[in-house]
T-cell receptor
Framework: GAVVSQHPSRVICKSGTSVKIECRSL??????MFWYRQFPKQSLMLMAT?????????EQGVEKDKFLINHASLTLSTLTVTSAHPEDSSFYIC???????????FGQGTRLTVV | RKEVEQDPGPFNVPEGATVAFNCTYS??????FFWYRQDCRKEPKLLMS???SGNEDGRFTAQLNRASQYISLLIRDSKLSDSATYLC????????????FGRGTSLIVHP
């Protein structure tokens, strides 16, 4: 099946620094990728929809200047958490739709801890 | 009303038991339905798609009730390894294709 690779799987950073998370579709072209955030015991919450070659669409309440999304190619989307704060500590997961735009394939997730 | 709702549980069942989860969705035009499984601190993985006619995969049976706008997942002969969170995912029609997740239902299978 389709594979989505996300890294790093775990990162610890200091407050005020920026962290970049990469999401790659390895064997298919993903025109649309999604970025989710999951706090402990909470559901996956959609942060933004990333479309190749255009600006990302952010969900209400998600700061686009803080969570920078770049989808420069059909196989790569990146999420940069800028000026990270401890409250940004969470599990971030990317997802890409398969060719038929039905099934979603997930990256392994990134556990971000801001200290 | 949330778009996709699930009872968070936990459902605590003994090995060998049969357990069922429901998931309700609010958008009557929803197109695709899935059950994903998520283990602690891991990414969700597709368990099975849900078709209008219902589908079965070994011990797992998924069904869709469009009239009442819910999908269900039935697990027979529960195993310890079935312990996980089960996420209901609904994809709308109309071209947006954005998967919407339920909160997940936690299942704990004990000896």
């Amino acid at each position: 099946g389709a594979v989505v690779s996300q890294h790093p799987s775990r990162v610890i950073c200091k407050s005020g620094t920026s962290v970049k998370i990469e999401c790659r579709s390895l064997d298919f072209q993903a025109t649309t990728m999604f970025w989710y955030r999951q706090f402990p015991k909470q559901s996956l919450m959609l942060m933004a929809t990333s479309n190749e070659g255009s600006k990302a669409t952010y969900e209400q309440g998600v700061e686009k200047d803080k969570f920078l999304i770049n989808h420069a190619s059909l196989t790569l989307s990146t999420l940069t958490v800028t000026s990270a704060h401890p409250e940004d500590s969470s599990f971030y997961i990317c997802s890409a739709l398969g060719q038929l735009n039905t099934e979603a394939f997930f990256g392994q997730g990134t556990r971000l801890t801001v200290v | 009303r949330k778009e996709v709702e699930q009872d968070p549980g936990p459902f605590n069942v003994p090995e060998g038991a049969t357990v069922a989860f429901n998931c309700t969705y609010s958008n009557s035009a929803s197109q695709s339905f899935f059950w994903y499984r998520q283990d602690c601190r891991k990414e969700p993985k597709l368990l099975m798609s849900v078709y209008s006619s219902g589908n079965e995969d070994g011990r797992f049976t998924a069904q869709l009730n469009r009239a009442s706008q819910y999908i269900s997942l039935l697990i027979r002969d529960s195993k310890l390894s079935d312990s996980a969170t089960y996420l209901c995912v609904v994809t709308p029609s109309g071209g947006s294709y954005i998967p919407t997740f339920g909160r997940g239902t936690s299942l704990i299978v004990h000896p």
